[in-house]
């Protein structure tokens, strides 16, 4: 059964920079979409990002584009979000989720997301 792991959150200053790992224990991500995602206080939980399984192909919420950059590491079984130049809208429990696919692309919807880990807290202010 795979499990997600997420650790690296933490509270910043504006235009500072955080990464947030997501290891998966119980099984290889080899076949598995990541997606990392977020919920503020008070607000719906909505994706920030996701990587296929195979060749890295990436999508970002317009939010986040060039300031944000997901990438993962087979090797390690893990997936990185590095996030810079953060805002204090940007604070928000972060959770990296996956799902497993045959196909070489990722949806950056909640819906196929099965495997959800605890989150982790990202907080940025000054």
């Known amino acids: 059964q795979l499990q997600l792991v997420e650790s690296g959150g933490g509270s910043v200053h504006p235009g500072g920079s955080l990464r947030l790992s997501c290891a998966a224990r119980?099984?290889?991500?080899?076949?598995?979409?990541i997606g990392w995602f977020r919920q503020a206080p008070g607000k719906e939980r909505e994706a920030v990002s996701c990587i296929d399984r195979s060749d890295g192909s990436t999508m970002y919420t317009d939010s986040v584009k060039g300031r944000f950059t997901i990438s993962r590491d087979n090797a390690k079984n893990t997936v990185y979000l590095q996030m810079n130049s953060l805002k204090p809208e940007d604070t928000a429990v972060y959770y990296c989720?996956?799902?497993?696919?045959?196909?070489?692309?990722?949806?950056?919807?909640?819906?196929?997301?099965?495997?959800w880990g605890q989150g982790t807290q990202v907080t940025v202010s000054s």
């Open positions: 989720a996956a799902y497993y696919s045959i196909q070489d692309m990722c949806v950056i919807l909640i819906g196929p997301y099965d495997h």
């Open positions: 119980g099984s290889t991500l080899d076949y598995y979409v």
